[in-house]
């Protein structure tokens, strides 16, 4: 797939000698994709990505994959910062309310493809801005289909067997942590991350479907 070139001034090097290990998937939340292209694409908005996919799914390139897009922002994934240098950004047309539109999803399964053939990244390391930062960021957001991307290859998939352990908030974070889920948040806020990845539908108190949409945590040695 060939994108349409509209280069961003908002990047720089990758840092440590850092290459792409991630895709961060997030939505606009803007009105439409000429907008946000606008903002991704303004000096004095200091944000970009290195792709933007409208919901019509047309494929902006604005960064190069080689690259540091300044997309992700403070957070953490499996212990690991600087997530700007360690991923590739990609930005989906939507304002977070509403389903994501078919073209839309045709184009990120392809792009998703390649990209992760090209970096060799395999499919746990397509996570949402939520994911990487709890509490401060909640896109892709609860209509996204995770479901679509696992069932192509292009993501983890939930563990949907209905488990027995007690679902306490220590056993949620210790699954949650060996999921990647490991920046510094209440538990409140680490319930309502996973459950924006896994179970967007959910409500209320911790339940033990929440322990069951992650895997097992390792035992300690």
Same mark, same amino acid.
């Given at each position: 797939?060939?994108? $349409?070139? !509209?280069?961003?001034?908002?990047?720089?090097?990758?840092?440590? #000698?850092?290459?792409?290990?991630?895709? $961060?998937?997030? +939505?606009? &939340?803007?009105?439409?994709?000429?907008?946000?292209?606008?903002?991704?694409?303004?000096? &004095?908005?200091? $944000?970009?990505?290195? +792709?933007?996919? #409208? %919901?019509? =799914?047309? *494929?902006?390139?604005?960064?190069?994959?080689?690259? /540091?897009?300044? !997309?992700? =922002?403070?957070?953490?994934?499996?212990? *690991?910062?600087?997530?700007?240098?360690?991923?590739?950004?990609?930005?989906?047309?939507?304002? #977070?309310?509403?389903?994501?539109?078919?073209?839309?999803? %045709?184009?990120?399964?392809?792009?998703? &493809?390649?990209?992760?053939?090209?970096?060799? @990244?395999?499919?746990?390391?397509? @996570? =949402?801005?939520?994911?990487?930062?709890?509490? /401060?960021?909640?896109?892709? =957001?609860?209509?996204?289909?995770?479901?679509?991307?696992?069932?192509? #290859?292009? %993501?983890?998939?939930?563990?949907?067997?209905?488990?027995?352990? +007690?679902?306490?908030?220590?056993?949620?974070?210790? /699954?949650?942590?060996?999921?990647?889920?490991?920046?510094?948040?209440?538990?409140?806020?680490?319930?309502?991350?996973?459950?924006? /990845? !896994?179970?967007?539908? &959910?409500?209320?108190?911790?339940?033990?479907?929440?322990? %069951?949409?992650?895997?097992?945590?390792?035992?300690?040695?």
């Amino acid at each position: 797939m060939i994108p $349409v070139w !509209h280069p961003s001034p908002n990047f720089g090097p990758r840092r440590d #000698g850092l290459s792409p290990s991630l895709v $961060v998937l997030h +939505y606009t &939340a803007m009105q439409d994709a000429a907008a946000a292209l606008d903002r991704l694409c303004d000096p &004095a908005a200091e $944000v970009s990505a290195h +792709y933007l996919i #409208g %919901a019509d =799914g047309r *494929l902006w390139q604005m960064v190069d994959e080689a690259q /540091r897009a300044w !997309h992700a =922002g403070a957070g953490e994934w499996q212990g *690991l910062d600087d997530i700007n240098s360690r991923s590739i950004g990609i930005e989906l047309d939507n304002r #977070g309310d509403h389903p994501f539109s078919a073209p839309l999803m %045709a184009t990120l399964e392809i792009l998703l &493809a390649e990209v992760l053939r090209r970096w060799a @990244i395999p499919p746990a390391g397509v @996570i =949402g801005h939520s994911d990487m930062a709890p509490g /401060r960021k909640c896109d892709p =957001g609860p209509r996204f289909d995770w479901a679509r991307l696992a069932r192509a #290859g292009l %993501a983890a998939p939930t563990l949907c067997e209905r488990l027995f352990e +007690y679902p306490s908030p220590q056993a949620l974070r210790a /699954r949650a942590c060996a999921a990647g889920f490991t920046a510094p948040v209440d538990d409140d806020t680490l319930l309502a991350a996973v459950r924006l /990845r !896994h179970r967007p539908w &959910a409500h209320g108190p911790l339940a033990p479907e929440d322990l %069951a949409s992650l895997a097992p945590a390792a035992p300690r040695a």
